[in-house]
Structures are given as C-alpha cells and as structure tokens.
C-alpha cells in the first residue's frame, strides 16, 4: 500500500508510504472506529458552511447600545437568541470531537505507528480531516469579530435579565454560558480543544504504562509522536513531489501536515523546532511559502502562533527567522 517517494529533503530520507487521500476506504478492521469517527466529521461541512456565513448582529446591538429602549433592545435580544444558538452547535461539535479524537489516536498510534498510517488509510485520512476541519474553522473565527461581540452581548443582556425577568425561558445559562465564553475567548479554539485533548489522553496513558511499569520503548507518547511527525513528513512529501494534482487536495495535505506540525509541538516535550525533530520543519515551511496555487498565509500564522516551542532558545535562529 505504500509507495517509495524517491528524493532526498532536507536531509532526511523521504517516508515510504504514499496516503491516498482521494480514495481510502475502511477496510474490514478500520470499519468500527471509521464510523465511530465519521458520524462526528460528517458534520464538518455543515458547521463550516455556518461559521463562513455567521455575518452577527452588530447593526442590532449598535442600536441598542446607542439608543436604548424597549424596541431597539428587543431586537438586538431576538437577533442575538438565534446567533448565540449558532453558536452552541460550534461549541458542542467541539465536545463531540474531544470525545472520539483519543479513539483515532489509539487506533493510528499502537503498534508501529509508521506501518499503521500505511495499512489503515481510511483512519489516516480521518486524522487529516480533522486537522483539516480544524484549522479551517480556527482561521474562520479568527476574522470574524461578530462572534464574541455577539456572545459578550448575549451575556451582558442575560445577566440584566435574570434580575428583571427571572421566570424568562432560557436556553444557555451560566455554567454553560461561562464554559462557551471560555471556548470563543481563544483564538484558536478548535486547536486548543485539540491539543489539551491529545496532552491529557498521552499523559492518561503514561499514567496506566506507569502502573503497568512498561518499559518506555513504544510508550504512547513515542507513538503519538512517531504518528504526528510521520503525518507531517508524508504529506510534505506528497505536496513537494506533486503526487496530486488538484490544488483542493494539496491544501489538505498541506493543512494536515500543519496541523500534524502544531500537535507534535505541543506534545514532545522538545517541540516541533529543535535540531531534534523527526520532522522536515524547514521544508514544511518552505512548501508553504512556495505554494502559489491557493493563499498558505493562514498555515503560516498558525504556525507561528499557535505552537509552544518556535521561540524557544534552542529553536535555530533559521527556523525563526523563516517564520518572520
């Protein structure tokens, strides 16, 4: 199932396995944890579809603030109620993901986590959607300022509400509401959904290894990482040998190999920079900034700012300076 990918990059020798995003299919063991995973991402498209469209209530909110009254504020409320209910289906898909990502993770990462990309396409390709999924929505929310002026105003008006209406039927109160104000205050807050996921499940698993006194070859640590940087390398490879030729498909590899660059940062306790790194990151960077087909800016930032060890002491002044 795999492919050799003849050249040299970087210094490294190029991975042996070719992950064809266009047409795996769950063979008979990915099947359960294939659908498992699938009955989360099928709802991918359509949260995108709603965060690209989610234009806010700002006009509603700007003339209830600026001349406030029974009218102007009532309108704001009914326009924010359906805005911020949005905004719960984006909060609740994040739930949803941080459940069934450790399941993905112990299926790719047992074993030898190289020949299970390889044998387990269809699992591998789900990896990549949902780093996929994940930046998209990050670099969506990002732009869109509508998102916590809304939620901000949604709480301000709730807390004033809950003292003159106090029978009123409300949906989101405050454990909720506190929990989605925490969740949009981050830039990023898919990536951070997914990183402290992965970060708990590989110290849970250090924990039970621990009890077991595993010996620390082949701990899952070793394999999440092994996983995450062989992702990387694999579709760096792929863009950087041309191996697809729909530009909709460079950029997904191109988004999983930078989605699979920020998790490995911030779970190798050396990060994704150092001298130490399995992973290629010069030519990760420089299959970004030279791809000219579809815009890669929004890779780069979150490159830059939404990893933990690019500006450590050790990380080479090339790599900063690349990054710039």
Same mark, same amino acid.
Not at 25 to 44: C, M, R
């Given at each position: ?16 396995? +070719? ?111 949902? +780093? ?38 409300i949906k989101i109160r ?37 009890e077991k006194e595993k ?110």
């Amino acid at each position: 199932m795999g492919k050799i990918i003849g050249a040299i990059h970087g210094g490294r020798q190029p991975q042996d396995i +070719f992950l064809d995003f266009e047409n795996a299919t769950p063979s008979e063991a990915e099947k359960e944890i294939h659908a498992t995973v699938a009955g989360v991402l099928d709802q991918g498209p359509k949260i995108l579809d709603k965060l690209f469209k989610y234009d806010g209530c700002e006009e509603y909110i700007r003339k209830a603030i600026t001349t406030p009254g029974p009218e102007t504020e009532d309108a704001a409320w009914n326009a924010v109620l359906p805005a911020v209910d949005q905004l719960q289906e984006f909060y609740d898909f994040s739930l949803q993901l941080e459940k069934c990502f450790p399941k993905l993770l112990i299926a790719l990462c047992k074993d030898d986590p190289k020949e299970t990309l390889a044998n387990q396409q269809a699992l591998a390709k789900q990896l990549a959607d949902v +780093f996929d999924f994940v930046l998209r929505f990050d670099d969506a929310k990002m732009v869109n300022p509508a998102i916590q002026n809304d939620f901000s105003y949604y709480r301000r008006t709730l807390n004033r509400l809950k003292l003159s209406k106090k029978d009123l039927p409300i949906k989101i109160r405050d454990e909720l509401a506190n929990k989605m104000s925490l969740f949009f205050a981050y830039p990023t807050p898919m990536m951070k959904v997914l990183s402290e996921t992965s970060a708990n499940f590989v110290r849970e698993q250090e924990a039970k290894e621990k009890e077991k006194e595993k010996e620390k070859p082949g701990s899952t640590k070793e394999n999440v990482t092994v996983a995450l940087s062989t992702m990387a390398n694999v579709c760096h490879d792929m863009v950087f040998e041309r191996k697809f030729a729909s530009d909709a498909t460079n950029m997904f590899c191109l988004r999983a190999m930078t989605g699979a660059i920020i998790l490995y940062d911030h779970i190798s306790p050396s990060g994704a920079f150092s001298k130490k790194s399995p992973i290629d990151i010069k030519g990760c960077i420089n299959v970004l900034k030279n791809y000219v087909a579809s815009p890669t800016d929004g890779l780069l930032n979150a490159l830059r700012f939404t990893t933990i060890h690019l500006n450590d002491p050790d990380t080479p002044a090339g790599i900063k300076q690349m990054l710039n």
